[in-house]
């Protein structure tokens, strides 16, 4: 999926809220995510259902698992995403989203800004690090940033003032005609 190679409707922010979304459902942590070009490949730990055994089993156990989203697995999630909000259904409280949705929509609206062309990234405890594909001047080249738990906490704290910003801009803008 190369975003900005393609539909002016999508971006990062979108795209990887979506996912974060779907792997917090699956209960999934330690996440590694790298952009391939039909989707995206995910990879992290997530707990099994309990076992129906002894008390040992009664937890569960934590095993790897690797998940393939393609373009049109995003696109699904994204209209689904649309199609709650334009049914005037109440709008999912962002607080009560789960880690994974609030912390991939902050670092996806990040990236949003740099308009890498290839992303991959890790999570480790609650930190990411980021390696982009962005075009400069001479060539295209690598950029590494990274977040810890402190900064995603920040940001996600601040997307509320963020939104209100932007929403508050789009009503204020002149009509052209």
């Given at each position: 999926?190369?975003?900005?190679?393609?539909?002016?409707?999508?971006?990062?922010?979108?795209?990887?809220?979506?996912?974060?979304?779907?792997?917090?459902?699956?209960?999934?942590?330690?996440?590694?995510?790298?952009?391939?070009?039909?989707?995206?490949?995910?990879?992290?730990?997530?707990?099994?259902?309990?076992?129906?055994?002894?008390?040992?089993?009664?937890?569960?156990?934590?095993?790897?698992?690797?998940?393939?989203?393609f373009?049109?697995?995003?696109?699904?999630?994204?209209?689904?995403?649309?199609?709650?909000?334009?049914?005037?259904?109440?709008?999912?409280?962002?607080?009560?989203?789960?880690?994974?949705?609030?912390?991939?929509?902050?670092?996806?609206?990040?990236?949003d800004?740099?308009?890498?062309r290839?992303?991959?990234?890790?999570?480790?405890?609650?930190?990411?690090?980021?390696?982009?594909?962005?075009?400069?001047?001479?060539?295209?080249?690598?950029?590494?940033?990274?977040?810890?738990?402190?900064?995603?906490?920040?940001?996600?704290?601040?997307?509320?003032?963020?939104?209100?910003e932007?929403?508050?801009?789009?009503?204020?803008?002149?009509?052209?005609?």
């Amino acid at each position: 999926m190369r975003i900005y190679e393609g539909s002016p409707r999508q971006d990062f922010e979108e795209v990887l809220r979506s996912i974060g979304a779907f792997l917090d459902q699956r209960g999934m942590r330690e996440i590694l995510l790298v952009e391939v070009p039909d989707g995206y490949v995910v990879q992290g730990l997530a707990a099994s259902a309990a076992g129906a055994g002894g008390w040992a089993e009664s937890v569960g156990t934590i095993h790897k698992e690797t998940l393939t989203f393609f373009d049109d697995d995003i696109s699904r999630f994204m209209d689904e995403a649309a199609a709650r909000r334009n049914a005037g259904l109440p709008t999912p409280d962002f607080a009560a989203a789960g880690q994974n949705e609030k912390a991939l929509r902050v670092i996806g609206r990040w990236m949003d800004e740099q308009k890498p062309r290839d992303i991959f990234f890790f999570e480790q405890e609650g930190a990411y690090v980021l390696r982009l594909l962005t075009s400069g001047h001479a060539a295209a080249q690598h950029m590494l940033a990274e977040f810890t738990r402190e900064d995603i906490d920040r940001l996600v704290a601040e997307g509320p003032a963020l939104r209100d910003e932007r929403s508050g801009a789009e009503k204020s803008a002149p009509a052209t005609t």
